[in-house]
């Protein structure tokens, strides 16, 4: 059997993934939920992980240091890798919105947009026919328009807290987001056996809705 190493997001999609991994069946070691580790092998299982962060994810694959990946659609994206989705994992559900102060217009020359995502925004805002100036920021997006840098953001909405808390309101959706099961096309090939069956594995999971 073949040895698959797997790139996982630290941070929220981590936990929804480790679960969705446990159901299917994939021992997991303790080290998944205690640990500062960068790297766990699994040999039991032929697995071996790599925790990056999220935006990381499509890079490992595509270099093909790891065989596959879990990656928010909004990473794929913005992204733009050389690489295959396989599932949808239907974890992590948030979205993509253009929010700003209430009861404001845009900027007619120029308008500002922050956010994390400059690939998606630049070309949400070219189809839409606006010529707008993007500045990238890393977090706390919702700063932005409330401090006077940018007349609206680009950012990630799931409960809409954030924007609420913060005074702002949702102008457009662009786009639904979900975790995605990412591959190396070589790899694809070469250990085609192994990953469909852990496509198929998780795949069953996810047919069974008993994830988020
Ligand atoms: N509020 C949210 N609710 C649900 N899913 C979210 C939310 N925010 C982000 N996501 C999804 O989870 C993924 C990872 O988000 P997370 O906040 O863990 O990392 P990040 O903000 O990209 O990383 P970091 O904070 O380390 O820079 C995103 O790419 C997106 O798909
Ligand atoms: O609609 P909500 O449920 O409030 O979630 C949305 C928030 O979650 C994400 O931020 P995150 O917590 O990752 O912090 P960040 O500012 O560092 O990106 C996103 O950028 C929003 O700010």
Do not use: W
Not at 152 to 166: M, Y
Request: charged share 30%; glycine share 6%.
């Amino acid at each position: 059997m073949k040895e698959l190493t797997i790139a996982m997001p630290k941070g929220r999609i981590f936990e929804e993934a480790v679960v969705m991994l446990k159901r299917a069946g994939y021992k997991l070691p303790p080290e998944f939920e205690d640990s500062r580790k960068l790297i766990i092998e699994v040999p039991e299982e032929k697995l071996r992980f790599i925790l990056a962060k999220p935006m990381d994810v499509p890079t490992y694959v595509e270099h093909g240091v790891a065989d596959l990946g879990i990656a928010g659609k909004d990473v794929m994206l913005e992204e733009e890798r050389n690489v295959y989705e396989l599932l949808d994992l239907q974890i992590s559900h948030c979205y993509l919105a253009v929010a700003g102060l209430p009861n404001t217009v845009m900027n007619e020359v120029a308008p500002r947009i922050a956010t994390k995502y400059p690939a998606v925004a630049s070309s949400y805002f070219r189809e839409q026919g606006e010529q707008v100036e993007i500045i990238k920021l890393n977090g706390s997006i919702e700063i932005a328009p409330i401090i006077g840098l940018t007349d609206r953001i680009v950012d990630i909405v799931s409960t809409g807290q954030t924007l609420r808390d913060n005074g702002l309101v949702e102008y457009e959706r662009i786009v639904d987001i979900t975790s995605r099961l990412i591959v190396n096309p070589v790899s694809y090939r070469i250990k085609h056996r192994r990953i469909q069956e852990m496509v198929d594995r998780l795949d069953e999971i996810i047919s069974a809705g008993s994830i988020s």
